[in-house]
């Protein structure tokens, strides 16, 4: 039998106590999914990609395309639902043009319904409003004497909300009425004098982004009869 130096045997069982050292911490140690303290960098360009159990995106978070040039890549933010649709975005499709990101949240349908200025500053979505002044003087609002409905008001909108909120001041003899027309169709209900105002929120038929016609129309009970009225209002709001 050959004869087996000591300090090889020595060595021989120190690999051995280390491979079951690294054996056993292998069982023993935190799974590495947990940040118990610290931080995590990523960068030169890299990204946190997140994917569904299909293998579909879900977030990309660092860079993004398209590069803002060859060499100068975009960093960014882009998140998506689980159907693979836009939900969020901090990106810029054209840095070339437009280098500035914007924030944008988006519909399920791909319509951008809240976004912030890239150019400038505040809100470029939704279009909010101002609420019109009135002429303090009810004398001075639109009126009819007619007994079948008459157009008093009539103007476009961009529809960006499911619901209108409005609310249209009303003064007249008893029995008057006042209704709202949406594309020629009536809409909410209708205003009977002596009610001093006309106030509905009602579901806005029309697709995101469509040029809407409001119409505001009136009569009166009985011939003789003066009814006014004035928009104070109108408002598209959520569900």
């Given at each position: ?57 879900l977030l990309y978070l660092g860079r993004v395309e398209p590069d803002r040039k060859p060499d100068v ?167």
């Amino acid at each position: 039998m050959a004869i087996i130096p000591t300090d090889l045997l020595d060595r021989i069982r120190t690999l051995e106590r280390q491979i079951r050292d690294l054996m056993g911490s292998a069982n023993t140690n935190p799974a590495l999914n947990e940040i118990m303290g610290g931080e995590v960098v990523i960068g030169d360009g890299g990204r946190l990609r997140v994917r569904t159990a299909g293998g579909e995106d879900l977030l990309y978070l660092g860079r993004v395309e398209p590069d803002r040039k060859p060499d100068v890549p975009q960093q960014g933010l882009v998140v998506r639902r689980d159907d693979g649709s836009l939900a969020l975005t901090v990106w810029t499709g054209s840095p070339d043009t437009l280098p500035t990101q914007p924030v944008q949240i988006l519909d399920r349908k791909g319509n951008v319904v809240v976004a912030d200025d890239a150019a400038h500053h505040g809100l470029a979505r939704p279009y909010i409003p101002y609420p019109l002044p009135e002429p303090v003087d009810t004398a001075r609002w639109e009126s009819t004497g007619a007994t079948d409905w008459a157009t008093l008001y009539r103007g476009p909108g961009i529809a960006q909300h499911p619901r209108l909120y409005c609310r249209i001041g009303v003064q007249g003899t008893a029995g008057a009425q006042i209704r709202v027309l949406v594309n020629g169709s009536p809409l909410g209900p209708v205003a009977t004098t002596p009610e001093p105002e006309l106030v509905f929120t009602e579901p806005l038929t029309a697709e995101f982004g469509a040029t809407v016609t409001f119409e505001v129309q009136a009569k009166v009970a009985t011939a003789g009869d003066t009814v006014r009225c004035r928009p104070l209002a109108l408002y598209g709001v959520q569900s």
